[in-house]
């Protein structure tokens, strides 16, 4: 089946443990995105990939880094989580190489840091 | 940063009824495309509209797009109980290709 899979599901973690989220696509798309989703904000993009070894920064990339080495995989990391990190998160993936078009997106990490 | 808009944020409609929504966006786009999201869960893209488009349609759904007001419109007819969701407009702008999502129409199908 065809599909963004993001783990975990729900993280709960204290301020400044670093932790990783994992997001993995099987469709052989070349485009991958983060996006966090907080009340009232719609959608931010945190970071976005156009090819493996190209990232580059959205609308709020700082306090996260990501890495694309493999087309399946784009990770997003937290260094040192702070509260204001507490977010629901989803990862994104397009068929349509270099353009955001018709995102597939993952079912979310719910991330709460104290 | 945010571009586009929607309108209304809420919407509370009987089943059977129509439902409309609208999108406001900013600066010049390459395309505008439609999404659902389910309580908590991922968005589902809907439909996505060129910018030398007009009209889609897509089963129930029809959007319009309107590039000389930087509006779209997204039109559900005769609604369900399963299309209770929040729906989402996003654009691709046209000299950068970021895309970015509005705050979101939450739909409430009254049965």
């Known amino acids: 089946e065809a599909q963004v899979t993001q783990n975990p599901r729900y993280l709960i973690t204290v301020t400044g443990k670093k932790l990783t989220v994992t997001c993995s696509q099987n469709?052989?798309?070349?485009?991958m995105s983060w996006y966090r989703q907080d009340p009232g904000l719609g959608l931010r993009q945190i970071y976005y990939?156009?090819?493996?070894?190209?990232?580059d920064k959205g609308d709020v990339p700082e306090g996260y880094k990501v890495s694309r080495k493999e087309k399946r995989n784009f990770p997003l990391i937290l260094e040192s989580p702070s509260p204001n990190q507490t977010s629901l998160y989803f990862c994104?993936?397009?068929?349509?190489?270099?353009?955001?078009?018709?995102?597939?997106f993952g079912n979310g990490t719910r991330l709460t840091v104290t | 940063s945010q571009q586009g808009e929607e309108d209304p944020q809420a919407l509370s409609i009987q089943e059977g009824e129509n439902a409309t929504m609208n999108c406001s966006y900013k600066?010049?786009?390459?395309?505008l495309q439609w999404y659902r999201q389910n309580s908590g869960r991922g968005l589902v893209h809907l439909i996505l509209?060129?910018?030398?488009?007009r009209e889609k349609h897509s089963g129930r759904l029809r959007v319009t797009l309107d590039t000389s007001k930087k509006s779209s419109s997204l039109l559900i007819t005769a609604s369900r109980a399963a299309d209770t969701a929040s729906y989402f407009c996003?654009?691709?702008?046209?000299?950068?290709?970021?895309?970015?999502f509005g705050a979101g129409t939450t739909v409430t199908v009254r049965a």
């Open positions: 994104a993936s397009s068929p349509n190489g270099g353009l955001a078009e018709l995102l597939h």
């Open positions: 469709m052989n798309h070349e485009y």
């Open positions: 990939s156009m090819n493996v070894e190209v990232t």
């Open positions: 600066t010049s786009i390459n395309n």
């Open positions: 509209i060129r910018s030398n488009e």
């Open positions: 996003a654009t691709v702008e046209s000299n950068d290709y970021k895309l970015s």
